[in-house]
C-alpha cells in the first residue's frame, strides 16, 4: 500500500478531531476524502504529510513512518493545503526554482522540470507575472506546480479546485488523473461531481470517523433512507403550501425549484400535481431522482455537528 493510515487519532483539548480511523490507499488509486465542514478531514490530511502529529496511531507512506522519519516522506509526498500558501511578492518561474531547489533538484533538470510542470498547469501564458497578480485560479495552479514539481509518489490535495471556473475545474480534474495513473492520490472536495468524475474510492469521514470506505459505483447502489422530488414552478410558490403532504421529511427552494424529501416507500408526485391546480399554480417540471453520491453524502452525516478541524 502506497498509505497506510492506522487506528490514527488527534485530540486538541478534551476534544477528538479524529477518532481512531484507519484505511488504506493502493497506488495507481485515487481516493476521494469527504466529510462536513469540521468532520477532520483537514487534520487528517495534515498528519498524514507529517505537519501536524497524531495523538496516536501511525502513518506510512511508502512504508514510512511519518513521525519517525518525516523528512524521508516529504521527498515522496507532494501537498496541497486547502488555504494555498504562496509567496506573492514572488514570480511564478523564481517561486517553482524556489520549490524545486528544496528537493535537491539542480541544473539541467532544474530548467526541465519548471518547463515541464509550467506546460503541465497552464500556466504557461503568466509565467512571468508576479503570484499576486494572478487569478484565484491561477495561483491554484501555481500551488499544485509547486506540489507536483519533484514528481512525488503520493499527492495529498485539500480542496484543489476550490476557487476555479467550470473549465478550469475540467482541466485541473484531467491534469490530477493524468498524474495518477503511475501515482497515488487522495483528495478532499465538497464537489461531488468531482468524486464522481474523478475516483476510484471514496472514505466519508463524520466527526472525526469513518462512516463509509467504498467504491463510488458501491455507495451509489446502496439504498437510500428517503428520496428526493424536485418540482418546478413557473413562479416559486410558499413552501408552506406543501406541509400538509405526508410522507415529507425537509424541503428546499433554489429558485424557482423545490426539493422535497421523502419517505422511501412513499409517492407523492399524484398529491403534487393536486396540489398545484387547486393553487392555480403552473408546473412546469416535476422529476424523481436517482440515488445519488450528494443524497448517499446527506444521509451519512446528517447528523452533523460542526467541529473546528
Do not use: W
Amino acid at each position: 500500500m502506497s498509505v497506510e493510515v492506522v487506528n490514527l487519532t488527534k485530540i486538541f483539548n478534551q476534544q477528538k478531531a479524529v477518532n481512531d480511523i484507519t484505511f488504506s490507499v493502493r497506488k495507481g488509486e485515487i481516493l476521494g476524502f469527504l466529510g462536513p465542514n469540521g468532520a477532520g478531514k483537514s487534520t487528517t490530511m495534515k498528519m498524514a504529510t507529517t505537519y501536524l502529529p497524531p495523538t496516536s496511531g501511525s502513518v506510512l507512506i511508502n512504508g514510512i513512518d511519518v513521525i519517525k522519519d518525516p523528512l524521508s516522506v516529504r521527498k515522496i509526498i507532494g501537498y496541497l493545503p486547502e488555504h494555498n500558501p504562496l509567496y506573492l511578492d514572488m514570480y511564478i518561474k523564481e517561486y517553482l526554482e524556489f520549490v524545486a531547489s528544496l528537493h535537491g533538484i539542480k541544473g539541467k533538470l532544474l530548467k526541465s522540470k519548471i518547463q515541464d510542470i509550467i506546460a503541465m498547469t497552464g500556466l504557461e501564458l503568466e509565467k512571468r507575472k508576479k503570484i499576486g497578480q494572478l487569478s484565484k485560479g491561477y495561483r491554484q495552479r501555481v500551488g499544485l506546480a509547486q506540489a507536483m514539481i519533484h514528481d512525488p509518489e503520493v499527492l495529498i490535495l485539500d480542496e484543489p479546485t476550490s476557487g476555479l471556473d467550470p473549465n478550469q475545474i475540467v482541466e485541473i480534474r484531467e491534469l490530477i488523473k493524468d498524474f495518477s495513473k503511475q501515482k497515488t492520490v487522495i483528495f478532499s472536495t465538497h464537489i461531488m461531481q468531482e468524486v464522481q468524475a474523478m475516483c476510484d474510492r471514496v472514505v466519508i469521514i463524520d466527526r472525526g470517523e469513518i462512516v463509509a470506505d467504498d467504491k463510488v459505483e458501491n455507495l451509489k447502489g446502496k439504498p437510500s433512507d428517503q428520496q428526493v422530488v424536485t418540482v418546478e414552478f413557473e413562479v416559486a410558490p410558499d413552501i408552506d403550501i406543501f406541509k400538509n403532504i405526508k410522507g415529507i421529511r425537509n424541503l428546499e427552494r433554489e429558485g424557482n425549484k423545490v426539493k422535497i424529501f421523502v419517505d422511501p416507500d412513499m409517492d407523492i408526485r399524484s398529491d403534487i400535481f393536486k396540489l398545484a391546480s387547486e393553487k392555480n399554480l403552473s408546473l412546469i417540471g416535476l422529476q424523481k431522482e436517482d440515488a445519488s453520491l450528494e443524497n448517499i453524502f446527506q444521509q451519512l452525516t446528517k447528523d452533523n455537528i460542526k467541529e473546528p478541524e
